[in-house]
């Protein structure tokens, strides 16, 4: 019961199906990305792929087979997921799928618009055939090659059951896309965009906070707001830099060529972007590194509570802002209401005092908080 497994998909992935289409990513040479650093890209044959989808819906008839054995008929429960566990647990993500309703299906890895249109058209359609249950499938995809594809050739894999494009926008200011070696302009973001829309998938557009550092924070702001109101993508999803080891950013910084900001600045960083955004897009907010998690929502209709709602956090005074800081790098503030809670708000405030007591670079307990989640 063999299947190849990728090693990163969205947040908003995480109880699909994985499916793997291509193995790392064509471009690899984005200084900030760890996710296929030392890995080499490569292709996959469709039957291949075909294979592994088999395998997969063999593994789904034994899944369903252990719940009707414990007599939980076609219902996958907590009580099947403990059985599979136990007795094959290389079946265990099948069924936490279906456990989740079985339906959405994400295609790893980083760049599968790559493959030729008629080939993933066959793999989107075997999927279909052999998990008639599937709603949803979804894949990662660069703009640059998006760029480079014809709409019919969106069109045709998106009539084969494609629903959705994950695209890693970064940034719309061409000297960072350039400095960060994204292998892509900002002119190339949009037309890449506008095709996925054209061609009637859903667009879903990732962009990193925080990539400007120090010196480019401001045209990274305004130029990635530009970008985005051009493509109006139906949903824009925030992301937060970070330096992660063994990628060339780190080095940089190690170096002082590229300077982080702080959270503050990170949180100023996102009210110039959504301040200049126009677009009727659903901003999500679905990554623990950010620090304002409830900057969410339908931009047609609630972009100036969304800014009202920074703007509460920036008007806060210092201590206050350090006491969030530190509740949410540390897990016990989601949201800033949580705040309200005094026993929670309490217990901050002693680990805060205790910190500046102990004379605690601040800058560096929470960068080593945030790393526990990386
Ligand atoms: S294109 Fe995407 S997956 Fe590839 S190196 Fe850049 S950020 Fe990473």
Known sequence: MTFEQGPIRPPSEAE??????????????????PSYKGKKFSRRTVEEIKKDIEALARAQAKVKAYARELGEGLKITRKTLQAVYRREPELLQVAYWLYHGGKNVFLQDGDNLIMPAEQLAAVL???KEQF????????????????????SELQLVREA?????????????????????KGVNAAEHVEAGLKVKEAGLSLSEYVLLGLGGRKMWLEHAVDTARVLSAIDPHFIRIRTLTARGGTPLQEKVLAGEFKLLDDDSVV??????????????????????????????????????????IDSYLGMPLE?????????RLGLYRYLRDMQDLQRFAQVETIRVQLEAAGQDLEEFLDQCRRRYI
């Open 161 to 181: 059951g494609l629903n959705r494009v994950h695209i890693g926008l970064e940034s719309g200011h061409d000297p960072l896309l350039a400095y960060m070696q």
């Open 320 to 328: 206050r802002r350090i006491n969030f800081r530190i509740g949410r």
């Open 16 to 33: 699909s199906l994985f499916i793997r289409v291509t193995r790392n990513c064509p471009w690899n040479k984005c200084l900030f990305c």
């Open 268 to 309: 100023n960083e996102e009210r110039l972007l959504l301040a200049n955004l126009q677009a009727g897009s659903y901003l999500v907010s679905d990554h623990i590194l950010n620090l304002l998690e409830e900057i969410e929502g339908d931009l047609a209709r609630e972009q100036q509570a969304l800014l009202e709602v």
């Open 125 to 127: 359609t075997f999927i």
């Open 132 to 151: 008639p249950t599937v709603e949803r499938i979804t894949t990662y995809a660069r703009s640059k090659t998006v760029s480079r594809r014809r709409v």
